[in-house]
T-cell receptor, first 112, second 114 residues
Framework: GENVEQHPSTLSVQEGDSAVIKCTYS??????FPWYKQELGKRPQLIID?????GEKKDQRIAVTLNKTAKHFSLHITETQPEDSAVYFC???????????FGPGTRLSVLP | EAQVTQNPRYLITVTGKKLTVTCSQN?????MSWYRQDPGLGLRQIYY???????DKGDVPEGYKVSRKEKRNFPLILESPSPNQTSLYFC?????????????FGDGTRLSIL
């Protein structure tokens, strides 16, 4: 079946540094790519998303880039803060169905 | 307040005893979905529904059933639960007939099957 790979699985950065998480997907027909943040014991919450007709999207300290040719997309967090510590999941909407496939997650730790 | 409500939040039960996890949303969303979350595997989609009476399998549908008789409700049914279905389950919904809209997740249901 289709899959989404996500790297790294864990990431530690110093407060104020940038963090980058990368995902690759297998279905070339995928057209929607959301990113979710999940704090310990909480529900996943959407932080940013991008559609296939756009190459980059930014929302304050968070940005997502999409390379459709290479079938990968990345989350960029600048000026990281301790409250950014969480597990981040990327996902891809499969093109021919209407189902989502999630990456396995990245545990981000922002060290003060 | 816009929300997705799941019940129960926690359940411990035994193998083979049928159970239902309810999911209700008050946002008039058309797309609803169930996921299970297991350590190291992320979220895996079990079933989804594009609208009333329209459901389809996700990546891991074995051992589960769903129904969508009303727009607001999307229950997950385990006819004969087994220990490998012990997991954290999330229901989600999103606006529009196409699912390429942000999904709103419920608070989760932690199931333990003994």
């Amino acid at each position: 079946g289709e899959n989404v790979e996500q790297h790294p699985s864990t990431l530690s950065v110093q407060e104020g540094d940038s963090a980058v998480i990368k995902c690759t997907y297998s279905d070339s027909a995928s057209n929607y790519f959301p990113w979710y943040k999940q704090e310990l014991g909480k529900r996943p919450q959407l932080i940013i998303d991008i559609r296939s007709n756009v190459g980059e999207k930014k929302d304050q300290r968070i940005a997502v880039t999409l390379n459709k040719t290479a079938k990968h997309f990345s989350l960029h967090i600048t000026e990281t803060q301790p409250e950014d510590s969480a597990v981040y999941f990327c996902a891809a909407l499969m093109g021919y169905g209407q189902n989502f496939v999630f990456g396995p997650g990245t545990r981000l730790s922002v060290l003060p | 307040e816009a929300q997705v409500t799941q019940n129960p939040r926690y359940l411990i039960t035994v193998t083979g005893k049928k159970l239902t996890v309810t999911c209700s949303q008050n946002m008039n969303h058309e797309y609803m979905s169930w996921y299970r979350q297991d350590p190291g595997l992320g979220l895996r989609q079990i079933y989804y529904s594009m609208n009333v009476e329209v459901t389809d399998k996700g990546d891991v549908p074995e051992g589960y059933k769903v129904s969508r008789k009303e727009k607001r409700n999307f229950p997950l049914i385990l006819e004969s639960p087994s220990p490998n279905q012990t997991s954290l389950y999330f229901c989600a919904s999103s606006l529009g007939g196409a699912p390429n809209q942000p999904q709103h997740f419920g608070d989760g249901t932690r199931l333990s099957i003994l």
